[in-house]
C-alpha cells in the first residue's frame, strides 16, 4: 500500500502509528514540505527519504500513485474529490477539538488501512491513545502541587491583539488534559479569538501558555497587563508552537510537557516526569 | 491579430503537456484524445489537467469580454466587473454559504453529502453576482445614465466589500471557516472538472453570439451618450443588455473559480492598445486573450512555480501589470488610445 501524508498533522499520525517503519508493512510515498515546520515527530533524514510536495493538488498527489491519501477535512474538497474520483482512496481527519475528535480519526485511519499489515498497529493504539490517556487523568487526579490551581491563559499575537484558544480548539484539550484551567474558556471564548485586555484584567490569569521568548516580550510591552499575577509573578510557560497547537495524538505529549514545565516553573529545579 | 488567435490553441495544447509532474510527447496527448490507449495514471493526469485548461479557458474569456463590454458601454477603461460590484456580490453569496455549510469540504456540516459544498457555494456566489445584476437592471430601468449607473455599482460593491469584512470578522475565530473564506476569495482553478466549464460557457456562448448586435452600437457609444442617441442608438436597451451578459459572465466565472482580478480591466485594454477600438475586433478578441492569458499563467505557475503557491489573481496582477504601465505609459506619449 502506497501511501500520502498530506498534512502536518496526517505526518503526525503516520508517526505516531509507527508507519514511518520498515516493518510497518507499507509505503509513505510523500509528504508535504510544511511538514518540516509544522509536524510534531518527524522520522530520521525524513527529507532525504521522503519526496516532499508543496502544494495539496490532485495532479500532484495522483503523481505519486497513491492506494491511500490521508489528508484534513478542510483541506481543498474539489481536490479530496478528484482523487476519489481518480478511484484513490483518501482518509480525512477532523480538526481535534476534543478528545472523542482522537478517537474519530482513529477509527477513520482503521478502516482505511483495515486491508494492509498496519491494520495491527492501528488496533494497537487505539489502546495505547486510551492509556495513554488514562496515565494523565491519574497524574491530574493525584496532583496536589500549588500550580495545578493555576489558571493558564494560552496567548499569542494576532494582528496587534492578544489571541487565545477557547472553548472547541486543540489547545483547550491540551490544558485539559494537562489538568489546569483555561482561562479563555471562563472569558467564553470559541475557538480562537482576540483576547479583550480589559476582560481579562477583570478575571486576572495565574500563568500565560506562550511558544517563544518574543511572545513574552510582546505580553511585557503592555503596560496595562502590569497587575496581572502571571506578570507579577513572571509566569511564563514556554511550549513550541508545533506542540501547543498539535492536531494529533501529541497533543497528549504535549500535555506532558505543559505539566512538567508548570511543575519546573513551580519548583525550580526539580523535573517532572 | 492572428497571432492573438493563435495563442489560444497553443496555449491550450501545453496547458495539457505540461504541469506539475510528468510532461507528455503531442503522441500521447493524441492517443489520449483519439485512441485510450494510455496508462491509467497518464490518462488521469490529463484528465485533471483537460478540467482544469478548460475552466482556466472559459473563466479568461468570460472576465475578459465582460470587461471590455463594460468598457465600451461606459466608455470608461477602468470600469470592470468587479467596479460594477457583481463580483464583490459573488464574494459575499460564497462567504455567507461557507459560514452556513460551516466550510468548503468534507469538513461542513453537509456531511452526510460530501459534494453538496462544491455545488452550493458556487451556486451562493451566483446567486449573490444576479442579485446584484438586478439591483443595476432595476436603476437601469429607472433611466439611469452611464455614469449614475457606474457609480452605483460603486456603491453597491462598497457595500458588498464591506459585508464579506463583516463575515470574516465574526468568523475569524474558527480557523478553518476563516481559511475557506480567504482561500475562495483568493481564486483558484485548482482541481476543477470539466464540468466547472459548463456554467460559464453558457453564457459565454450567449455574449459570443451577441456580438454581431452589439458592436456598432457600443462603437458609437464612443462619440457620447448624445451622439449615440441621435444616430439611433437605443441606449436604455444597450445598458440592459451589456449589462445583463457581462455581469452573468462574470457572475459565473467568479462562481466557478473565485476572484481572479486583473483579467476584466487589464485585458481590454491591452486589446485596445493592439486593434483599436472597434468592437467588432475588440470584443471577440478580447475574449480569445483572456484565455489565453489566464491559460498560459496557470500554466506558468503549474510549471515554473510548481513549488510555490501562487493563485493566478496574484500572480496575473504580479506579471501583467508592470508590461500594462509599461504599454500605457509608451502610449500615453504618442496619443491616447481611448
Not at chain 2, 490529463?46 to 469580454?65: F, H, I, N, P, S
Not at chain 2, 440592459?240 to 462574470?250: I, K, M, N, T, W
Request: contains cysteine; charged residues 20%; glycine residues 8%.
Amino acid at each position: 500500500m502506497r501511501v500520502v501524508a498530506a498534512s502536518a498533522a496526517a505526518v503526525d499520525w503516520c508517526s505516531w502509528l509507527g508507519l514511518f517503519d520498515d516493518e510497518a508493512g507499507l509505503r509513505v510515498v510523500a509528504v508535504p514540505t510544511q511538514a518540516l515546520r509544522y509536524a510534531n515527530s518527524l522520522p530520521p533524514d525524513f527529507e532525504a527519504r521522503f519526496p516532499g510536495f508543496a502544494k495539496f493538488r490532485a495532479e500532484v498527489l495522483f503523481g505519486f500513485e497513491p492506494d491511500l491519501v490521508i489528508c484534513d477535512d478542510y483541506q481543498n474538497a474539489l481536490t479530496i474529490e478528484a482523487l476519489r474520483r481518480a478511484g484513490t482512496e483518501v482518509c480525512t481527519l477532523e480538526a481535534i477539538r476534543g478528545f472523542e475528535d482522537l478517537r474519530t480519526n482513529l477509527a477513520r485511519l482503521a478502516r482505511a488501512l483495515e486491508a494492509s499489515v498496519a491494520s495491527q498497529r492501528v488496533a494497537e493504539a487505539a489502546d495505547r491513545l486510551e492509556a495513554e490517556r488514562r496515565a494523565l487523568e491519574l497524574q491530574v487526579a493525584a496532583g496536589t502541587e500549588s500550580w495545578t490551581k493555576w489558571r493558564v491563559l494560552p496567548c499569542y499575537e494576532l494582528g496587534g491583539h492578544i489571541a487565545s484558544a477557547g472553548r472547541g480548539s486543540s489547545e483547550a484539550l491540551l490544558l485539559e488534559l494537562a489538568g489546569v484551567a483555561n482561562v479563555a474558556t471562563d472569558l467564553g471564548l470559541v475557538g480562537h479569538d482576540k483576547v479583550r485586555l480589559e476582560r481579562l484584567l477583570e478575571v486576572d490569569v495565574d500563568c500565560f501558555l506562550v511558544s517563544d521568548e518574543k511572545d513574552i516580550e510582546g505580553l511585557r510591552r503592555r503596560p496595562a497587563l502590569a497587575q496581572v499575577a502571571a506578570m507579577r509573578e513572571e509566569r511564563f510557560v514556554v511550549l513550541d508552537a508545533r506542540l501547543r497547537q498539535a492536531n494529533s495524538p501529541f497533543v497528549l505529549t504535549a500535555a506532558r510537557a505543559l505539566r512538567a514545565q508548570l511543575e519546573l516553573l513551580a519548583n525550580p529545579g526539580t523535573r517532572d516526569g | 491579430m492572428c497571432v492573438l488567435a493563435s495563442i489560444l490553441p497553443t496555449s491550450f495544447v501545453l496547458a495539457l503537456l505540461f504541469g506539475e509532474t510528468r510532461g507528455f510527447t503531442l503522441r500521447e496527448l493524441w492517443a489520449y484524445a483519439f485512441t485510450s490507449d494510455l496508462p491509467f495514471i497518464d490518462a488521469t493526469i490529463l484528465d485533471l489537467r483537460l478540467g482544469r485548461a478548460l475552466v482556466a479557458t472559459m473563466v479568461g474569456a468570460a472576465l475578459a469580454l465582460s470587461g471590455a463590454m463594460l468598457q465600451g458601454l461606459f466608455r470608461n477603461p477602468l470600469a470592470s466587473p468587479s467596479v460594477l460590484g457583481v463580483t464583490s456580490g459573488a464574494a459575499l453569496g460564497a462567504s455567507i454559504a461557507l459560514v452556513l455549510l460551516g466550510g468548503l469540504g468534507p469538513a461542513s456540516w453537509l456531511r452526510f453529502a460530501d459534494t453538496m459544498p462544491l455545488v452550493l457555494v458556487p451556486a451562493a456566489a451566483f446567486a449573490g453576482a444576479l442579485l446584484v445584476t438586478a439591483l443595476l437592471v432595476v436603476v437601469g430601468l429607472r433611466g439611469a445614465s452611464s455614469s449614475m449607473l457606474l457609480l452605483c455599482g460603486i456603491g453597491i460593491a462598497s457595500l458588498c466589500g464591506g459585508l464579506v469584512q463583516t463575515v470574516q470578522s465574526i468568523v475569524l475565530r474558527d480557523w478553518e471557516l476563516s481559511a475557506s473564506i480567504t482561500a475562495w476569495s483568493f481564486g483558484s482553478l485548482d482541481d476543477r472538472s470539466p464540468v466547472h466549464a459548463l456554467p460559464v460557457a453558457l453564457p459565454l456562448a450567449v455574449a459570443l453570439l451577441m456580438i454581431p448586435f452589439l458592436h456598432r452600437e457600443l462603437d458609437l457609444v464612443a462619440f457620447g451618450e448624445d451622439t449615440a442617441r441621435a444616430l439611433g442608438v437605443r441606449d436604455l436597451r444597450l445598458r440592459l443588455q451589456v449589462v445583463l451578459l457581462s455581469s452573468l459572465l462574470a457572475a459565473s466565472a467568479v462562481a466557478v473559480a473565485g476572484q481572479i482580478a486583473f483579467i476584466g480591466l487589464v485585458v481590454p485594454n491591452f486589446v485596445r492598445l493592439v486593434v483599436g477600438g472597434r468592437h467588432g475586433t475588440l470584443l471577440p478578441l478580447s475574449a480569445l486573450s483572456g484565455a489565453s492569458l489566464l491559460l498560459v499563467v496557470d500554466l506558468f505557475e503549474r510549471s515554473v512555480l510548481a513549488e510555490m503557491s501562487l493563485q493566478p489573481g496574484a500572480l496575473l496582477s504580479l506579471v501583467g501589470a508592470p508590461i500594462f504601465l509599461f504599454l500605457i505609459i509608451k502610449e500615453s506619449r504618442g496619443q491616447g488610445y481611448w
